[in-house]
């Protein structure tokens, strides 16, 4: 593959934390000092660059991930900052899977906070280097070393110190680079503008010292010309360090720690010099792997403008100005405005009528994307979140996005008449936008159900319809999303036999259902379907129709109509008519067979599961605990963090409406707590007799 320098100078970055460690606040300052922004706003004030919607303005935190291009010493630094609130984590998970690198920024008083642990391993999953930012080094209570260790401790062993800083608290004036050996310090009558180096003050040199050999002798090991200059004790230029470091981190061994008070405006600046020499361009990551459409053939797709086209569509956004924007991360060949290209997911051609380049909720006009790229695209219909976009002549399928499910519902109805077209199509536009966003309707009450990640989702989803779309509504009380599954093996058969309009219609399928393990299934698999039959019993031509009406009949339970899931639908039998066979007909009789099959099941509901992190003062934790197994909950474990007590514990969703208010009266509004989905399992006997009593309305 040909080089192509212009690549060799992006960085794909994301900016990930726990909620208010400071992400926004650091990219405010990133965007401030590659002169994006002329003034820098702040969180607190709701006039931030990348917080633009209303309801992060009001609430100080990130709903939505924003992009935004700057540049920095002549390199092209693409910027993700991410929301830190567990309800939003599908916009984290988006936007690691199209990124090549990230900056973990760490509250040095709270350090490794719950969610900082979650988007870590997120992360982690998609092996993506990092550099660690502890932020907040002027607060009351900053402890840098303490924040290392509890990173070293829960995240990565291969987190080490590249910076120290020079005080703590308010006596945090500067950054001691163990790289050059020189203290520097920032000019806050410039805003950290101009900044410069001293000697190191004595009565940190040897600390400084120290750690520089530890730094030294812990890098050797990525660089053999660095590992042969220290064992004969030669002079160790700043660039085989930079070059042993960056050796290191692009293998997912070396973690970069560094420090600073974005707040402050001190550190944010060598920040970015760390993102340009150690995190990798397009070229430093390996190749994106997708499959052939229909195989299990694996094909690599090199970051070369001179291939063939291949992107992924990571996000949709509908404008009220510009219309739907897909977001995409170009991972080979070029696009230009005007042209065409293939969404290989759904088979259909589409046409670009403009490319955007993107900073936050302005846009800019571009003439085309090339590989390495992230923008967005105006003029395709029918793209979404996943989706994978290519030139004609490239059969390929990226692997798409995994999206948790959604926990809670509750039930919506237009306030008038007129507000009903209003309410459908409001909401269609926003489940385009969020993959983990649900619209359905009860098959009983007729009732309109909106599902989400947790109330607060919920809660931005309802203050959008009133403010940017205009809708009225009425809001039921919030509710657990159940899921049903069967416990034992059962076959049914599944006839069509009819004539309609004058033609015949014929099919008999017979479907064996049995439960399967969920770590069985493949990501984002909620049920499998085999195919155990031979053309002679059924031809090939229906058996795709058969596999995906079997699939689409699991989203409605033989209990309350919750979607089934881990179960196995095996195609045993079945028969056809030369004449009067169909897709269509072999599509009903699979309907009906799983219909009938899932009937004769012993069938249960399955209740969603949080992980609930708390971290409270010693003096509370006893009460908490108990509180916790009163909730059928099961604490996991009770770590010790910086004087205060860490609770993780699985405890259903339906225990936990209200518990905001439940644990500030427990903690005397001490503790603090977050909650991310971790599973369903099968409900106790007891709790599912009573939820169907109420869905059956005994």
């Not at 092996?127 to 607060?139: C, E, G, Q, S, T």
């Not at 086209?309 to 070029?334: M, N």
């Not at 799983?594 to 992190?613: C, D, F, S, W």
């Amino acid at each position: 593959m040909p080089q192509n320098s212009d690549l060799a100078e992006i960085r794909n970055i994301g900016i990930m934390a726990h909620i208010d460690a400071g992400k926004t606040t650091t990219t405010e300052r990133i965007l401030f000092y590659t002169g994006i922004i002329h003034r820098m706003g702040e969180v607190h004030n709701g006039n931030t660059v990348m917080d633009w919607m209303a309801q992060e303005k009001e609430r100080g935190i990130t709903i939505t991930s924003a992009v935004i291009t700057c540049f920095w010493k002549n390199k092209q630094i693409n910027i993700i900052d991410t929301p830190g609130h567990v309800d939003f984590t599908a916009e984290v998970e988006r936007s690691l899977r199209i990124l090549d690198g990230a900056i973990g920024v760490f509250c040095a008083v709270g350090a490794v906070e719950p969610q900082s642990e979650t988007v870590w391993h997120q992360a982690d999953r998609y092996k993506i280097p990092r550099l660690a930012f502890v932020n907040k080094m002027d607060r009351s209570g900053a402890d840098f070393e303490h924040t290392i260790d509890m990173i070293r401790q829960r995240l990565t062993k291969q987190a080490f110190a590249i910076q120290l800083p020079i005080g703590q608290e308010d006596t945090f004036e500067g950054i001691i680079d163990l790289i050059t050996m020189k203290a520097v310090y920032f000019d806050q009558n410039t805003m950290g503008v101009k900044y410069y180096t001293e000697k190191i003050p004595d009565h940190l040199l040897e600390n400084a010292e120290n750690m520089r050999k530890q730094l030294l002798e812990y890098i050797t090991e990525y660089d053999d010309e660095l590992m042969e200059s220290y064992l004969e004790e030669k002079e160790i230029s700043e660039k085989q360090i930079i070059s042993a470091i960056r050796k290191g981190v692009l293998k997912h061994q070396f973690v970069p720690v560094l420090c600073g008070s974005s707040l402050k405006n001190k550190g944010v600046q060598l920040l970015l010099d760390a993102v340009n020499y150690y995190l990798p361009s397009p070229l430093d990551v390996p190749p994106a792997l997708g499959l052939k459409p229909n195989s299990d053939q694996e094909v690599y797709v090199h970051p070369d403008p001179k291939e063939s086209f291949s992107a992924l569509a990571f996000k949709v956004q509908v404008d009220k100005y510009v219309g739907k924007l897909i977001y995409i991360r170009v991972y080979s060949g070029s696009i230009k405005r005007g042209s065409s290209l293939l969404n290989h997911t759904t088979g259909k051609k589409e046409r670009v009528s403009r490319v955007l380049q993107v900073h936050s909720n302005k846009k800019k006009d571009i003439f085309e994307l090339k590989a390495g790229d992230i923008a967005a695209l105006v003029g395709p219909k029918d793209i979404k979140t996943g989706d994978t976009l290519t030139s004609e002549d490239l059969d390929l399928l990226l692997a798409p996005i995994t999206f948790p499910d959604s926990v809670i519902s509750i039930a919506i109805e237009p306030k008038t008449k007129a507000d009903k077209d209003k309410l459908d199509l409001s909401l269609r536009k926003m489940e385009e936008e969020d993959p983990t966003f649900r619209v359905s309707q009860h098959k009983d009450t007729g009732q309109i159900l909106i599902s989400g990640m947790g109330e607060l989702h919920l809660e931005i989803i309802i203050d959008r319809l009133k403010r940017e779309f205009n809708v009225q509504a009425n809001i039921g009380n919030p509710q657990v999303a159940y899921r049903e599954s069967i416990i034992n093996k059962t076959t049914a058969t599944g006839e069509f036999i009819r004539e309609l309009n004058g033609k015949g219609h014929y099919a008999i399928v017979k479907l064996k259902l049995s439960p399967v393990d969920s770590a069985e299934l493949k990501p984002g698999e909620k049920n499998r379907f085999v195919n155990s039959v031979t053309p002679d019993v059924i031809p090939k031509e229906f058996w795709d129709a058969i596999r995906s009406s079997s699939l689409s009949a699991c989203f409605d339970g033989p209990l309350m109509s919750s979607p089934i899931e881990n179960v196995k639908i095996e195609l045993i039998d079945g028969k056809f008519n030369e004449v009067d066979s169909s897709e269509t007909a072999f599509s009903i009789a699979a309907s009906i067979a799983v219909n009938n099959a899932l009937r004769k099941a012993t069938a249960i509901i399955l209740e969603p599961i949080m992980l609930l992190n708390i971290i409270t003062p010693d003096d509370f934790l006893g009460e908490i605990i108990g509180d916790i197994n009163s909730k059928r909950g099961r604490v996991e474990r009770i770590l010790n963090s910086n004087k205060k007590q860490e609770i993780v514990a699985q405890v259903p969703m339906s225990e936990l409406f209200g518990y905001a208010t439940r644990l500030r009266s427990i903690s005397q509004g001490r503790a603090i707590y977050t909650m991310e989905y971790h599973k369903h399992e099968k409900t106790p006997a007891n709790v599912q007799d009573k939820i169907l009593k109420k869905v059956r309305g005994f």
